[in-house]
């Protein structure tokens, strides 16, 4: 008779380990290497003239509303307060920013700073759980993790404040410090009205690990931010609305193409996302409970009747790099108790993969390199626009298309108050100069939309027109 074995349990993986002198030595390596590429990608598109008012003009704005210990406002969206726009109170970290150097590069560093943070959390993490070889492996994946370039290429965004602490709380929850992945997570409230479904999901992994009381505190809590962000969302608005919803009901168009996209083009276009999010991560990191942290904004994303929401190369899959990467981590140091061989050649992998997606979704003209001068220094466009305006008085109230509005704030650019312009805009709303760029389309406005208009606006009576290059400054009659 067959004795019934026992199955053997498996085998635990091991506890974490405080970094040694070389662990330590990557962390700040990695983090360095991260900050500088998403520094030279930001301030090289920057100088390159490819900044815009959607969303740097924006976020300039609001940072230099904070500086001044006043909440958020933007020309830019016509004098709207930001708040009402998107709930982020968190943005107010950009104030002493500005105050320090009010430039819109001073955020585009910022921001930088903070990706490069969280590639540094990641790294930290990665040594604490993996050998050296397989630790490295995974924080070069993140520093080129096409969310966090995604991010740097698209001027500044609020999602960056969320990177770093993404990675502290899923460190935390990877760890069983369920505590600490609690209160890592309740800041997540103040970056943005969707990142309250994030936090339920952490109040989750609680409750399904034991901590009951701390799920259900937690997800009180993610209740009470969604609540309050919305009702400052209404209550702020001018409209008094949620205009942002819109983006999750009736049919799938863009700005460019006001035709439904069709069903087959949407399916393709999303499940490309699903696919750059999943390779992106070395796919291994979706086995993590770790990962679940990943789907509320995957599910938004993938929910939203906005073309633009689907595309792998947006700035929000940047809260995507520290979660999979996280997560990652998790599956390779239990793979490490079972198969301690496989570790290495599988981070490798999942690195090689990170940068094969990288390099599918985001065109490598588009990023530039720390070592091109370029990145440095402004081009012929960012000079064009400066010298157009050289004569306007610092401060002047001004309307600017979506091009040029970003290089007429700060001291560099003047100081200028900046407000949008429209083809549709009526003539007596708008300020006494009025500076676009003619070379090419802006956000709703095609080039032969400004041209038509420059030409039209040039008959009317008093109306002057200053070309410097392909910047046009039209000086309206009749106004301050």
Known sequence: ????????????????????????????????????????????????????????????????SWAQLQLPTSGVLGGTPLLGDHFSPATAVFGPVWALWPDPRSLVLAQALLLGLG???????????????????????????HGSLAAARFDVHEVCLAVPLLALCGTALLEHRHRAAALWSLPLLLVKEDMGATVAVVAALLWLRGRRRAGLALAAAAVAGVALAFATMLL??????????????????TAAAPEPVPTGEALRLRAALVL?????????????????????????????VTPSYWSPGLHYGAVLVPVAAVALVDVLRRVRARRPRAVAPLAVLAALAGAVTTAWVLPVGSLSMPWQTATWRPGPHVQQVRAATAELPDGSRLAADNTSGPYLLGDAGGGHHVVGWSVDTP??????????????????????????????????????????????????????
């Open 1 to 64: 008779m067959t004795a019934l074995r026992t199955p053997t349990p498996a085998p635990r993986p091991p506890a974490p380990r405080a970094p040694t002198s070389t662990g330590r030595a990557l962390v700040v390596l990695a983090g360095a290497v991260s900050a500088l590429l998403c520094a030279s990608i930001g301030l090289g598109h920057f100088h390159r003239g490819e900044a815009t008012n959607y969303d740097l003009g924006i976020f300039s704005q609001s940072a230099a």
């Open 427 to 480: 003539l007596e709303r708008l300020p006494g100069v009025v500076v676009l760029d003619a070379s090419r389309a802006s956000t709703g406005v095609s080039r032969a939309g400004k041209l038509a208009w420059l030409e039209e606006v040039a008959a009317l009576p008093g109306v002057r027109v200053q070309r410097t290059g392909d910047t046009a400054v039209v000086h309206l009659p009749g106004r301050g």
């Open 276 to 304: 750059a999010t999943a390779a992106g991560g070395g796919l291994l990191w979706i086995a993590s409970p770790v990962a679940l942290l990943a789907v509320p904004t995957l599910a938004w994303r993938l929910a939203s």
């Open 119 to 145: 590639t540094a959390l990641v790294a930290r993490c990665a040594v604490r759980h993996l050998p050296l070889p397989a630790a490295a492996a995974v924080a070069a994946g993140t520093a080129v993790a």
């Open 236 to 253: 702020v608005d001018p409209a008094h609305d949620l205009s942002r919803l819109a983006a999750f009901g009736g049919s799938a168009r």
